[in-house]
């Protein structure tokens, strides 16, 4: 099993010093993967009351701050998880990404997922209510893109009309996985995505990982090439309890675990890598 963590870049904050600290100290400890969450624009607390002040926390962007920690790391992966891809131009991202992928020599996992935040999506000038189906259009583009030199697609969202990337990416095309839950969002993964990142929250994962087999199945997929890379919130799992919650994730079929100390009440570079430390040390012969 692989193992993961998560970059708590709303405490450590803007420190570039402070980031490669974390990106080594978490290579150095074994870990195959770091995951990175991420946000655009926050609204105002005061003016949008139902969002509260998490989207306005510092949330680094993804492909930026990544090549700057695959640029002091050498053996680490990374993951986006999730980026909100319907908020953004589809050829640009897949630049980003074939770029980051290109200079950190394949380490990259693109996670992506439909977000939530409408007003985030208005600031970007994005539709919202029609996001699912254009995630869906999006990763055609982008896998077409990273693996032939030019490309003609005709979609709803979508018209090119014979044109490619220069560089390509190292791996052609680059992982893609999602994140969600929405029974529409599950389905979508067993049909297209090449692996699950469901939420710390996820109540009923076992019920939700047959919807995405199944779902695999009548796509003609085998189940097995879908990957599962559960989170574990240190708010939500004891200490005590990491190995058996690693163990069941396992059991159900994850091939990775990722654990996430973010919000979770740690402050300093230092105590985030400490925990890191001791959940490496239960789970590394898994």
């Known amino acids: 099993m692989k193992i993961g963590a998560t970059l708590p870049q709303n405490e450590i ?17 074994g870990y195959d993967d770091l995951l990175l969450p991420e946000h655009v624009l926050g609204g105002n607390p005061a003016t949008y009351l139902d969002l509260g002040a998490y989207y ?8 930026v701050v990544l090549s700057f920690m ?6 680490l992966t990374f993951c986006t998880a999730v980026l909100v891809a319907p908020q953004r131009q589809t050829g640009l ?3 980003q990404a074939a770029e980051l992928d290109v200079l950190s020599g394949g380490r990259l ?18 539709g919202y209510h029609n996001r699912g189906k254009r995630l869906e259009e999006q990763v055609e583009v982008m896998r077409a893109l ?3 030199d030019f490309v003609t697609y005709k979609g709803r969202w979508h018209n090119i009309a014979d044109v490619g990337l220069n560089p390509r990416p190292i791996q052609q095309p680059i992982p893609i996985w999602m994140g969600g839950a929405a029974d529409a969002v599950l389905r979508r993964i067993g049909r297209m995505a090449d692996g699950w990142l469901p939420a710390s929250a996820a109540t009923n994962m076992a019920e939700q990982w047959e919807t995405v087999k199944a779902a695999a199945v009548e796509a003609g997929r085998n189940p097995k090439d879908v990957g599962l890379q559960p989170r574990l919130n240190i708010n939500t799992v004891q200490e005590e309890d990491w190995r058996s919650w690693a163990e069941d994730k396992r059991d159900l079929g994850a091939d990775r675990v990722v654990m996430y100390t973010m919000n979770c009440g740690l402050k300093s570079v230092g105590e985030h890598i400490e925990t890191y430390r001791r959940f490496m040390e239960t789970v590394k012969d898994l």
């Open 13 to 29: 904050g803007n420190d570039p010093g402070a980031i490669r600290e974390f990106a080594q100290a978490i290579e150095g400890l």
């Open 56 to 63: 306005h926390l510092p949330w680094h962007e993804p492909f």
């Open 109 to 126: 996992r693109l996670g992506v997922g439909v977000g939530r935040n409408t007003v985030e999506f208005e600031a970007l000038d994005m």
């Open 146 to 148: 990273w693996t032939q």
């Open 93 to 95: 991202m897949a630049k």
């Open 70 to 75: 695959a640029g002091v790391t050498t053996t």
